[in-house]
C-alpha cells in the first residue's frame, strides 16, 4: 500500500530553483533513506511532506488515516516543565483520562456511589488504550537515550541543545506515527543510543523517512535511498552501500552509452559533409536521408556534473621519535563529577587512536588534555620529541564570530597573499562573496569546512580531532576520510561516525567498554590494539558485564592476550603475504618489461643508436633491480615457512 506520493514537487525561493520535478513513492513498512550535499534541499523536502511549505507545482498524497511526525517539531519545549512532563505530553488524552481517573476514585472514597458507572467505563478505555503502560514506555525510552532517572526532574531550563534533541526524540519515538520523519537523529546520540535506535527502526512495523549523512546508520536501517543531486531525485533500492554501487554503475553505464553515441553521431554528421561536399543529385539525396535519421536520433544525455567537493590533503612535518604521546596518572573531574583517574597511556608513531564512549564520561576532556586545552587535576601529559600538533575542535571555538571569513583565515596566516589565501578558502567551497560572510552567520557545515581550511595550511605529525565529521555531508566525509588515510602522521581522535572509525582506526580506548554508562566506574578506560571491526568481535565474545564475577574477569583477561596474540599472528601473516604478492607482482613487471626492452633493442630501435644507448641504460637498471627482487623473493619464502 503506498502511504506517501509526491507527484513533481517543485520549489523556488527568490527566483532559485531549489527542488525540480521531484516524483516517488514510498510503501507502507518502507525506510527510506534521503541523502545529499548540504544545501540539496533535504530538508526542504520534508517541509512540503508536512505542509510547512507549499510547492510552486506538484503535490504530496498521504494515505488517508495516516499521521506524521518528525522530529523538529516537538522542539518547543516549556522550559518550566520537568524532562518527564514533557515526554508524558505526547499523550495528552491518556494523561487526561487518568486526571479524570483519579478525581472520579476520590469521589468514590467519599461516598459518592453514583460516579461508580462512569468510573468503571472510564477505567476500561484507559486500559484499553494503554494507560498503564505509557509512563513505562516513556522511561524506557529515555533510558535507552541516555536519560537515567536522575534526569527525570530537571528542568528543560537546564538542559544541553544536544539533549533537548535527544528529548525530542524520545518523545517522537514514543508516540510511534505512521510515517515516522526524522531529520539528522544521530547527531549528539553516542554509541549505546545508536545501537538502540538502530534496533528500534529495524524493528518499527511502520513507514520511516530518515535524513541523514551518519553511512553506517543508514547501511544498518534503510531499504531505499532517495538521493536529491543537482535539484532533481533519484530512487535506488537497497541501503547505502547498494546505493553507492548502483549509482557508480548507472553513471558508467549511461557515460558509456553517451560517448558511443556521440562517436555515432560525428560519424554520421561526417559523412553528410562528406556527401554535401561532392554535390551530386544522389549524394545530396543520401545527406538528406542520414540528416533525417540523425534528427529522429533519440539523444542520450550525458550524466549530470556531480555536485564539487572540498579538497584536502594535511600537510606533515619533519617526522616525530617513536613515542608521540606519553601520558601518567592523568586524573580530570568536575564537582561531584569524576571523569577519570590515574590514567596511564603510551601513543606511538602513525597510530589511529579513536577514544570512544557515552556521553558525558569524559572523551572531549580527554582530548582537550591532550590538545593542551586543559589542565589536568592531576598527572602529565608529555609529548615526544619533534611532535608537531593539529588540533581540530567540534565546537568551532577557536573561529572569531565577527571577522569575515577571509580574514579569519588571513589573520592565522599573515605571511600568505590575498590570493594564496583565496585559493585556499575556494579548496574548500568559499567562492565569491562567501568569503565576505561573517564567520557568525555561517552554517555548521560551513564553519566545519573553514576550521579544517585552517589547519591545513600548517605542518604537523600528530592530528588531534574532535568529531571532525560532525556538520559534513558524505562527500566531505569520504575526502577527509581520504586525507587522513594518506597522512603519514599520528592521529588521537573522537568520534561517534562508526563508518569513519571502521576506515581508520587501528586502536581503540573505549570508556564504556560494553558496560551500561551508570555502572562504569571513573577512570576505567579499555585500551584495544586493533580495528574498529576486530573490537566489535572482540567485545561482544569476550567483554564481561559489571556483575560478573572475579574468576570470570580472570579468564576474560587470559582470553583477551589468547586473541590479541591470535590477532597479532594473523596481522603478522596478512602482512607478509602482502609483501610478498607486492613483491612478486614487481617481478613480472619488471620482467614484462625487459621483454618489451629488448623486442624493441632488435626491432624497430636497432638502426637508431640513441635510443638503443637509451634503452641499454633502462636494461641495467631493471636488471640490477630485479636481482634485488629474487633475493628479496627468497628470504620472503623462507620467512613464510615460519606461518606454516
Known sequence: ???????????????????????????????????????????????????????????????????????????????????????????????AMEERLNSLHAALDAGDISRAEAYASLHDRFTR?????????????????GFDESFFDLKISVLSGGQKTRLALARLL???????????????????????????????RKTVIVISHDRYFLDSTVTKVLEIENK?????????????????????????????????????????????????????????SRQKQLDKLERVERPDALPKSIRLRFRKSLESGDDVLHIRRLTKGYPGKPLFKNENLLVKKREHVFILGHNGCGKSTLIKLIAGKLEPDGGSVEYGYNVDIGYYDQENQELCDSNTVLDELWNDYPHLTETEIRNALALFLFRGDDIEKTVSVLSGGERARLTLCKLILSKMNLLILDEPTNHLDINSREVLEKALLDFGGTIIAVSHDRYFISKLATRILDFNSGASPDRVPPGQLFDFRGTYPEYLEYKEKYLVSDSADSSSKGAVTESREQYEAQKKAQSDRRRHEGRLRRNADEIAKLEAKLDGISAEMHGEAASDAERVAELYESQLAAEERLLELYELQEELEQQGDEFD
Open 232 to 288: 532533481s531525485a533519484r530512487m535506488y533500492n537497497g541501503n547505502y552501500t547498494r546505493f553507492v554501487e548502483q549509482k557508480a554503475s548507472d553513471r558508467e553505464i549511461q557515460e558509456r552509452h553517451w560517448r558511443n553515441q556521440q562517436k555515432e553521431i560525428a560519424r554520421i554528421e561526417a559523412y553528410i559533409e562528406q556527401q554535401r561536399r561532392w554535390g551530386r543529385e544522389r549524394n545530396i539525396i543520401a545527406a538528406e
Open 129 to 145: 488504550e494503554g494507560g498503564y503502560e505509557y509512563k513505562g514506555r516513556c522511561r524506557g525510552t529515555l533510558k535507552s537515550l
Open 1 to 95: 500500500m503506498i502511504v506517501l506520493n509526491c507527484d513533481s514537487l517543485t520549489l523556488s525561493f527568490a527566483g532559485e530553483t531549489v527542488l525540480e520535478d521531484i516524483t516517488f513513492f514510498i510503501n507502507e513498512g518502507d525506510r527510506l533513506g534521503i541523502v545529499g550535499v548540504n544545501g540539496a534541499g533535504k530538508t526542504t523536502l520534508f517541509k512540503l511532506i508536512t505542509g510547512e511549505y507549499s510547492p510552486d507545482s506538484g503535490a504530496v498524497f498521504i494515505a488517508k488515516g495516516h499521521s506524521l511526525g518528525i522530529l523538529d517539531q516537538y522542539l518547543d519545549f516549556d522550559d518550566n516543565s520537568t524532562l518527564f512532563e514533557e515526554m508524558l505530553r505526547s499523550y495528552p488524552e491518556l494523561t
Open 174 to 204: 514514543t508516540v510511534e506515527p505512521d510515517i515516522l520523519m526524522l531529520d539528522e537523529p544521530t547527531n549528539h546520540l553516542d554509541m549505546d543510543a545508536l545501537f538502540w535506535l538502530e534496533s528500534f527502526l529495524k524493528n518499527y
